[in-house]
């Protein structure tokens, strides 16, 4: 297994995102030249990207940042020719499961059209390795759990699932024609300071704090395998300097999950939240929502016999950083 080489330029989309954040900061921390780029759309809070992107500018040179949209095949090939990145991070996307149901536009434009035109750029401006953001949620109305990366996986309850698991097949398609060098990752439930404030766990704080009643689906009965940044982050750059080898078709190409391999109940983990906070929250609870699983679990047995790493943080840990940070951030 390749150790993270600090020689080569990183490109990461989604720059001024939660995980492009501190993909950033770890890579940065590694003495690796980063170029992040993001649209700077306001989905959620801008003041909150704009944090993030200045803490990431208090690095140095190393560190540059470009608004660019995906979408613009223009903008992200003159990105390229610029730049000339060793290795790409897709993360940039339109996120949200419940956001796809009312604005599908905004998915095909971000997760088709975006992720088209960064599989362009890889192929006429050839790169080592891509990594690219998957997601949990193309496993959809899969009953069997743990979720394997071995599942059918043709179920998508949600457009949103459904662009996810279309940039899998995009990009195998691109590993097998023209020699592209890729890896998805199907993240679960990523949460932590400086996190996205559409998440559920980042709204229950809100409302907590400001004595609003919290929103609780299917009356409080479903699981998600929750799994803290710092792991993320850590899969990531384990798989960064390791580009797959080729299959029997010879598309070097490779799907691993990333979550925590153990699932939370969301009653659990709103008490523990409630704790970390130090308030009580006050309860609505409503029938489960259109786009909604009833939980979510990862096998991450390719992630421990490949790289010896899995996903360790508790929610007990996690949640009191997130905590800390959300009490100091918001006063």
């Known amino acids: 297994m390749n150790s993270l080489d600090n020689k080569k330029t990183y490109l990461i989309s989604g720059g001024a995102g939660f995980i492009g954040y501190f993909l950033s900061k770890r890579l940065l921390e590694e003495g690796c030249r980063v170029i992040g780029f993001d649209n700077m759309n306001d989905y959620y809070d801008v003041s909150l990207k704009q944090a993030r992107l200045s803490d990431l500018e208090k690095c140095g040179e190393q560190y540059t940042f470009e608004k660019c949209d995906l979408s613009d095949k223009i903008a992200l090939e003159a990105l390229f020719d610029k730049y000339e990145p060793d290795v790409v991070v897709n993360l940039g996307a339109q996120a949200g499961v419940r956001y796809s149901i009312d604005n599908p536009d905004a998915y095909v434009q971000s997760n088709l059209v975006g992720f088209f035109n960064i599989l362009e750029c890889c192929r006429n401006h050839p790169v080592d390795h891509l990594v690219f953001a998957s997601s949990s949620s193309v496993y959809g109305g899969n009953d069997k759990v743990p979720f394997c990366t071995e599942d059918k996986v043709d179920r998508p309850v949600s457009l949103y699932a459904a662009t996810k698991k279309s940039n899998e097949l995009m990009a195998y398609s691109y590993c097998k024609l023209y020699g592209i060098k890729a890896t998805g990752l199907r993240f679960f439930t990523v949460y932590g300071p400086m996190g996205r404030p559409d998440m559920a766990y980042f709204k ?3 409302k907590i704090m400001n004595g609003e009643p919290i929103q609780i689906y299917n009356n409080g009965d479903m699981m998600r395998d929750f799994t803290y940044i710092d792991d993320i982050v850590t899969g990531i750059v384990n798989i960064l300097p390791n580009p797959p080898k080729t299959d029997d078709l010879g598309a070097a190409y490779k799907i691993y999950n990333i979550g925590n391999n153990k699932p939370v109940r969301l009653m659990d983990f709103i008490e523990t939240l409630e704790n970390s906070i130090g308030k009580k929250a006050q309860k609505e609870f409503l029938p489960m929502q259109p786009g909604d699983v009833y939980q979510t679990y990862a096998d991450v047995t390719d992630l421990m016999n490949d790289y010896g790493f899995k996903p360790e943080t508790t ?15 918001y006063k």
């Not at 929610?315 to 951030?329: D, H, N, P, S, V």
């Open 315 to 329: 929610i007990q840990e996690g949640l009191a950083k997130f905590a800390e940070w959300f009490l100091g951030y």
């Open 204 to 206: 229950f704080a809100k």
